[in-house]
Antibody, heavy 120, light 107 residues
Framework: EVQLVESGGGLVQPGGSLRLSCAAS????????MNWVRQAPGKGLEWISC????????YQSDSVKGRFTISRDNPKNSLYLQMHSLRVDDTAVYYC?????????????WGQGTLVTVSA | DIQMTQSPSTLSASIGDRVTITCRAS??????LAWYQQKAGKAPEVLIY???TLERGVPSRFRGSGSGTEFTLTISSLQPDDFATYYC?????????FGPGTKVHIK
């Protein structure tokens, strides 16, 4: 059974940093591209970043470029999101999501999400 | 960036109703479109991908259609489990954008 379990969320002050993790199981992690998607409270879904299966290709949305970094550790079956210079509008539930395939891909499995709150 | 719109933003319907949600892309995305269902407090789940392919385990009352810039999700006979928010998502290459969502309420 495919499982994605996020962790690392919490309360952080504006300008602060946080690192999210996503532990994957139930599939061959290094065969799949992975993503982070976020959802602000009461709002819609926003894709923010993806990383290829071996980590050599990364794409990000303009809203997080230069502040957030996606990475992965295949031997540990883990995906990460390092977030710096956090702003109040980064407050959201952050989901990790598996890409069904490479390049043109939707998301076939999602974690349960971890809440990041940016507030003074 | 490719922008996605959905209509309506909210919809009130009764059990057994036929429901149609429309999604439009700002440019041609061929059939690189997925539909997701999200219930309150839960992660989204994919219903349909490649515009019209039903994900395994999804009931056949869900149907997707369209290509290019205009797409529809149809629920042929609304069931109690279907009251949720529905999002379309384009995935043309590494450009990945969601629509704003359509919330389906009980009438």
């Amino acid at each position: 059974e495919v499982q994605l379990v996020e962790s690392g969320g919490g309360l952080v002050q504006p300008g602060g940093s946080l690192r999210l993790s996503c532990a994957a199981s139930g599939f061959t992690f290094n065969n799949y591209e992975m993503n982070w998607v976020r959802q602000a409270p009461g709002k819609g879904l926003e894709w923010i970043s993806c990383i290829s299966n071996y980590g050599n290709t990364i794409y990000q949305s303009d809203s997080v470029k230069g502040r957030f970094t996606i990475s992965r550790d295949n031997p540990k079956n883990s995906l990460y999101l390092q977030m710096h210079s956090l702003r109040v509008d980064d407050t959201a539930v952050y989901y990790c999501a598996r890409s069904y395939s490479h390049y043109n891909s939707f998301f076939d499995f999602w974690g349960q999400g971890t809440l990041v709150t940016v507030s003074a | 960036d490719i922008q996605m719109t959905q209509s309506p933003s909210t919809l009130s319907a009764s059990i057994g109703d036929r429901v149609t949600i429309t999604c439009r892309a700002s440019e041609d995305i061929s059939t690189w479109l997925a539909w997701y269902q999200q219930k309150a407090g839960k992660a989204p789940e994919v219903l349909i991908y490649k515009a019209s392919t039903l994900e395994r385990g999804v009931p056949s009352r869900f149907r997707g259609s369209g290509s290019g810039t205009e797409f529809t999700l149809t629920i042929s006979s609304l069931q109690p489990d279907d009251f949720a928010t529905y999002y379309c998502q384009q995935y043309n290459g590494y450009s990945r954008t969601f629509g704003p969502g359509t919330k389906v309420h009980i009438k």
